[in-house]
């Protein structure tokens, strides 16, 4: 059995994922949760972003037409 160093160091598990943070001690299965977590949120942020869009389309329209 090999040695190892670091068996006495208890291992920080983390459950968010934070921008930039270290990924060195991450598994390759606790890499792909955090892939489709962040792609689930980039869908997330996607439709918010295009529902504001839809609104404020809307409202210029709505503007706009009494204007004239």
């Known amino acids: 059995m090999a040695f190892d160093p670091f068996a006495d160091e208890p291992r920080k598990i983390?459950?968010?994922h934070?921008?930039?943070q270290d990924l060195s001690m991450?598994?390759?299965d606790e890499l792909d949760e955090?892939?489709?977590?962040?792609?689930?949120e980039i869908a997330r942020l996607k439709e918010a972003k295009a529902a504001k869009?839809?609104?404020?389309a809307a409202a210029?329209?709505?503007f706009k037409l009494g204007q004239g």
């Not at 955090?34 to 689930?40: D, F, I, N, T």
């Not at 869009?53 to 404020?56: G, H, K, L, M």
């Open 60 to 62: 210029s329209a709505f």
């Open 18 to 20: 934070e921008i930039g």
């Open 14 to 16: 983390v459950s968010a």
């Open 53 to 56: 869009e839809d609104s404020r």
């Open 26 to 28: 991450l598994s390759v």
């Open 34 to 40: 955090r892939v489709a977590m962040l792609e689930k």
